[in-house]
């Protein structure tokens, strides 16, 4: 099964936090906060503009974003965990 996003939204699958910290201190899953960031997995056609024309959207596939805690409603693909966003959701693009 694939999915498409309609308009303006975005299929992301979240990149897991760590489990220990820079202290090599073990963090247990329940104590641990749903992770932020994610690489982008699908990208929609982009949202219509009051022109009626296509607004390209910024982020694509492969891209690794920075989304707020509580975005987004939360799907299962394929067996994993995965996002769907608005575009207007990505807080920014992270770059290595």
Do not use: C, W
Request: hydrophobic letters at 30%.
């Amino acid at each position: 099964m694939t999915i498409q996003p309609l308009d303006d939204r975005i299929l992301v699958q979240r990149i897991e936090n760590e489990d220990r910290t820079d202290s090599g201190i073990i963090v247990p899953e329940q104590a641990q906060e749903k992770p932020q960031r994610g690489v982008v997995r699908a990208v929609g056609p982009g949202k219509v503009g009051e022109s009626g024309e296509r607004v390209e959207p910024q982020v694509s596939e492969d891209d690794t974003v920075l989304f707020g805690k509580y975005s987004g409603t939360d799907v299962t693909v394929q067996g994993e965990e995965h996002l769907i966003l608005r575009e207007n959701e990505v807080l920014a693009i992270l770059e290595d």
